[in-house]
């Protein structure tokens, strides 16, 4: 069953998302070469603190870290370490923070230093397929809508889309149905109500679409150690349109 918010829960969870994009702002301020992952993930749990928030991260499913860091072929759930950050490497910073009953989760795909003109078209194509992903949020089109045209854009663009990973809904957890593919058929799934909110977070690979688990057990990187990106937004169907509630 698909948990629909009212008008006063949606705003919560607006205020939540402004609060989370402003945190976020300052966390990409940080990227730079030699700064470390780990530097960035107590950044993003001070500033979380700060809030009276908590992290929806740390101790979910025993992940130890308030921040997602995964770097170059590293797609989700990277755990924060003392590698200190290259000229050239892409990182996607993922975080959620939980404040007055409800959750919010972003995520974004950044340079560190000068990259490849390659790696910099990943990140736009992903960037891009969020957005073109976010317009077809409205009442009455499907889920498989959504899917069709992040799958068509990025496809048509020679770059694979993540099939394994998906966006999902949110609330008063951080994992609510419905499961949001990347990747789909038109005029299929679950139709968009109001009242829904959700996390879209398109996943792209330069390479192959295929991943695997990394070797602790927590993240995703891509089988053939391509780059890949990842950005989302929270997102709530209101009765005057879909609502971008991480800006």
Not at 80 to 105: C, Q, T, V, W, Y
Not at 133 to 140: A, M, S, W
Not at 185 to 213: A, N, S, Y
Not at 225 to 247: M, Q, R
Request: charged share 25%.
């Amino acid at each position: 069953m698909i948990p629909l918010k009212t008008d006063k829960e949606i705003r919560i969870m607006a205020e939540n998302g402004r609060i989370l994009a402003s945190i976020m702002d300052e966390l990409k301020k940080m990227v730079e070469p030699g700064v470390t992952t780990q530097e960035l993930n107590r950044v993003a749990e001070t500033l979380i603190l700060n809030y009276k928030a908590e992290p929806s991260f740390k101790g979910h499913e025993d992940f130890p870290a308030a921040l997602c860091t995964s770097i170059n072929e590293e797609l989700v759930h990277g755990v924060p370490s003392e590698r200190k950050l290259k000229s050239g490497e892409i990182l996607s910073l993922d975080i959620g923070m939980k404040l007055n009953g409800f959750h919010a989760d972003m995520a974004v795909t950044i340079a560190v230093g000068k990259i490849s003109p390659e790696a910099q078209r990943l990140i736009w194509i992903t960037k891009k397929a969020l957005k073109r992903g976010i317009k077809k949020i409205k009442t009455g089109n499907t889920f498989g809508d959504i899917g069709n045209t992040i799958q068509r854009y990025v496809e048509g663009q020679g770059l694979g889309v993540v099939r394994e990973l998906c966006g999902h809904g949110i609330g008063r957890d951080l994992h609510e149905e419905p499961q949001i593919l990347n990747y789909g058929k038109r005029h299929t799934g679950l139709k968009i109500q109001e009242g829904m909110v959700f996390c879209l977070e398109p996943m792209v690979t330069i390479g192959d679409w295929k991943i695997k688990k990394t070797k602790d057990g927590f993240g995703y990187k891509t089988a053939d150690n391509s780059l890949s990106a990842h950005f989302e937004h929270t997102i709530a169907v209101t009765k005057d349109g879909c609502k971008i509630l991480t800006i």
